[in-house]
């Protein structure tokens, strides 16, 4: 079973409307969860970080995290067409070492 | 604060040659991962370093693939002979995380290098 799964889409939305994005995972003893953006070309860079069941806003974006249904999700609110871009949510490994697994991510296509 | 810095940030070889990738970490970051990324897919690691020691390098193509961690903190990935398959983006990626329980740690990412292998 992989750790992560994550629709890779494409999931289009257009501009303005609210993009959910999720991923659910095996690993029930995970403790801490990020969501990573990469433009096409470039690195990837954080966005959120999230580590206790519950909502976590920052601007635009809100982190889900629901560790009895093991999901996390991402919301982007008022979508912008610069949002469009790759998600990543890596998932760490039990026992340590600071070890996370990359899924493939979701492509987001904001549509103006 | 000064990212994480990786050169070259292309490199064309052809097949069986041998090339190096340089990875300078955030100061004061412990954790060093590499990672290789195939267009379309997401970051897979290669090899995971904790101040100088490894940490985990299964997925490390041991046979072609080398990486060291001089005194903790520069890093180098040689790749030698390359394949077709190798062409992919080498990311360099760095975190706080000095010890190996608790939760893991946001990672910041180098600008990558592209390979290509002719």
């Known amino acids: 079973q992989k750790e992560v799964e994550q629709n890779s889409g494409p999931l289009s939305v257009p501009e303005g409307a609210i993009a959910s994005l999720n991923c659910t995972y095996s690993?029930?003893?995970?403790?801490?969860f990020f969501w990573y953006r990469q433009y096409s070309g470039k690195s990837p860079e954080l966005i959120m970080s999230?580590?206790?069941?519950g909502d976590k806003e920052d601007g635009r974006f809100t982190a889900q995290l629901n560790k009895a249904s093991q999901y996390v999700s991402l919301l982007i609110r008022d979508s912008q067409p610069s949002d469009s871009a790759t998600y990543l949510c890596?998932?760490?490994?039990?026992?340590?070492?600071?070890?996370?697994?990359f899924g493939t991510g979701t492509k987001l296509q904001v549509i103006p | 604060e000064a990212g994480v810095a990786q050169s070259p940030r292309y490199k064309i070889i052809e097949k069986r040659q041998s090339v190096a990738f340089w990875c300078n970490p955030i100061?004061?970051?412990?954790?060093l991962y590499w990672y290789q990324q195939i267009l379309g897919q997401g970051p897979k690691l290669l090899i995971q370093?904790?101040?100088?020691?490894?940490?985990?390098d299964s997925q490390l193509p041991k046979d072609r693939f080398s990486a060291e961690r001089l005194k903790g903190v520069d890093s180098t990935l040689k790749i030698q002979p390359a394949k077709l398959e190798d062409s992919a983006v080498y990311l360099c990626?760095?975190?706080?995380?000095?010890?190996?329980?608790?939760?893991?740690?946001?990672?910041?990412f180098g600008p990558g290098t592209r390979l290509t292998v002719l």
């Open positions: 690993d029930r003893g995970s403790q801490s």
């Open positions: 100061s004061g970051h412990a954790t």
């Open positions: 999230i580590y206790s069941n």
């Open positions: 890596p998932l760490p490994s039990r026992g340590g070492y600071q070890k996370v697994t």
């Open positions: 370093f904790q101040n100088n020691g490894v940490v985990d």
């Open positions: 990626a760095s975190s706080l995380a000095d010890r190996a329980g608790g939760p893991a740690d946001t990672q910041y």
